[in-house]
Nanobody, 120 residues
Framework: QVQLVESGGGLVQAGGSLRLSCAAS????????MGWFRQAPGKEREFVAA????????YYADSVKGRFTISRDNAKNTVYLHMNSLKPEDTAVYYC?????????????WGQGTQVTVSS
């Protein structure tokens, strides 16, 4: 069992930055691939970024590539999403996901989400 708690969301102006954190419980955090997803009102949840268990491989949605960076600190059981050059279309609830395999990221365990609102 893995429990995930996201934090760091908030209201920011377009062009600004935020850093989301996802703290995981359990001693096996380092064996899980981690991902960030988001869901805007009236839309389906979509993939944002993922990172392998070692941090050696990262993947991004085209819409955030070059603006967002995913990272992890296995000693702190935490994964981060650094978001720069934010746009109003980035407004959504952001969810953290843990999965044993990077190929199936989006399955496994979910956090409760944190709201990000970008004003124009």
């Amino acid at each position: 069992q893995v429990q995930l708690v996201e934090s760091g969301g908030g209201l920011v102006q377009a062009g600004g930055s935020l850093r989301l954190s996802c703290a995981a419980s359990g001693r096996t955090f380092s064996s899980y691939a981690m991902g960030w997803f988001r869901q805007a009102p009236g839309k389906e949840r979509e993939f944002v970024a993922a990172i392998s268990w070692s941090g050696g491989s990262t993947y991004y949605a085209d819409s955030v590539k070059g603006r967002f960076t995913i990272s992890r600190d296995n000693a702190k059981n935490t994964v981060y999403l650094h978001m720069n050059s934010l746009k109003p279309e980035d407004t959504a609830v952001y969810y953290c996901n843990a999965d044993p395999h990077i190929a199936t990221i989006g399955s496994g365990y979910w956090g409760q989400g944190t709201q990000v609102t970008v004003s124009s």
